[in-house]
């Protein structure tokens, strides 16, 4: 016994500490290729790990989630936001004892496939593209991870396990993909429905907390909502005293404790009541365990469409989507009529897969930073680089 630990401990370990409706590593369906086991690593920790050392990964640092990068240093980007989301679906998960590296691994994930300049991006290429298939994000996600890496000799993609892969893929499909999709079944995983949940509360949150600092959202408006309010009411005096960034932060942890908090206790009760004994009996079971009480779920879609209404949709925010549109719309314009302004290795595609595809994958994989400087490049005559 020379005290390293090994993936079959870590197997054993999540015998022992995981709840039976947890997904086991060692019970994974296995990747698209066949590959050898890692000696200290379960397959979903190696997932995990993957996605990290991915590129689409590290474009997420340039990629919006609601300010564009120029806007300034301190909001929130794709990367930063992923990172939010990923550290609650691992306090979620592991209260719940669920698979935490799984559930971990799907949120550093769902949003690789993001084009740049965030929704509006998407809005526009799903338009574009309208005719071959459409655009969604999460599609987008699943392509990139499966297709769109080139890091291994035997395999396109990152060959993740199939409880990963279908912990990105939101909804059915059926839509052309080339390789096997993992199959829809009435329930995904819980750990799958945990890393969805944590990513709307970190987007709620840090979208309130960015929205008030840049003075776009004010605490009077928001006290019309009750989760804010009560979250308001219970931060401390000492905060409020403060003021300032200090009163802001402390209003917005106490709100993400309390949505949390609010989570892992209905899931729990209702997991109690319903005792799914293993995996595959929560996939058969329609609906979701995952989520929040009638009353927190109710005013969380109120508190959803203030952000939307006012800060999503407000003119200094808009001012960029409309320029995003622009952008990315410009772009699929002159790719389409002069596919030899594409880079030879994006071209080279076209002689296997859909252009248009093709097409639609390099402006989905840029950061808005590229689109920006590339669009520049592009429509400036006077622009000689
Ligand atoms: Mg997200």
Redesign the pocket.
């Known amino acids: 016994m020379n005290g390293l630990r090994t993936r079959e401990n870590f197997e054993r370990e999540e015998g022992e500490r995981l709840a039976a409706y947890a997904v086991k590593s060692a019970e994974s369906r296995g990747r698209l290729v066949d590959e050898i086991d890692h000696p200290h690593r379960t397959a979903f920790q190696r997932d995990r790990d993957r996605v990290i050392h991915s590129r689409a990964f590290r474009r997420l640092e340039y990629k919006t989630q609601v300010f564009v990068y120029h806007e300034g240093d301190h909001y929130r980007n794709?990367l930063t936001?992923?990172l939010e989301?990923a550290q609650i679906a691992r306090t979620v998960a592991r209260t719940l004892r669920l698979n935490e590296d799984l559930a971990e691994g799907i949120a550093l994930t769902?949003?690789v496939g993001?084009t740049p300049f965030g929704h509006a991006g998407e809005r526009v290429l799903d338009g574009l593209m309208s005719e071959n298939g459409g655009f969604d994000h999460n599609r987008q996600t699943l392509r990139v991870v499966d297709w769109l890496e080139f890091r291994y000799p035997d395999f396109r993609g990152l060959n993740l396990t199939q409880e990963t892969r279908e912990g990105v893929l939101k909804h059915g499909c059926e839509w052309e993909h080339p390789v096997p999709v993992p199959p829809v079944r009435p329930q995904r995983s819980l750990e799958a429905q945990v890393a969805d949940t944590a990513?709307e509360i970190?987007?709620i949150n840090h979208d309130l907390d960015d929205g008030l600092a840049a003075g776009i959202l004010d605490f009077e408006s928001l006290a019309e909502n009750r989760l804010w309010r009560e979250a308001f009411e219970s931060t401390s005096d000492k905060a409020h005293r403060a003021g300032g960034s200090i009163e802001r932060a402390q209003v917005v942890i106490e709100l993400i404790n309390r949505l949390a908090t609010d989570l892992v206790e209905t899931t729990a009760a209702r997991l109690t009541e319903a005792v799914p004994g293993s995996v595959d009996e929560v996939r058969e079971t329609a609906g979701s365990f995952v989520g929040f009480s009638e009353g927190v779920e109710r005013e969380k879609l109120v508190l959803k469409r203030f952000l939307y209404e006012r800060f999503y949709n407000h003119p200094r925010v808009l001012r960029m989507t409309r320029k995003a549109e622009r952008i990315v719309g410009e772009l699929f314009e002159v790719y389409q009529t002069d596919p030899a302004l594409l880079p030879p290795r994006v071209r080279e595609r076209f002689e296997t897969e859909s252009p248009v595809r093709v097409t639609a994958d390099y402006i989905a994989g840029m950061t808005d930073r590229f689109a920006m400087e590339e669009h520049r490049k592009l429509q400036d005559p006077h622009d000689l680089s």
């Open positions: 794709r936001h992923t989301g769902h949003d993001h990513d970190a987007y």
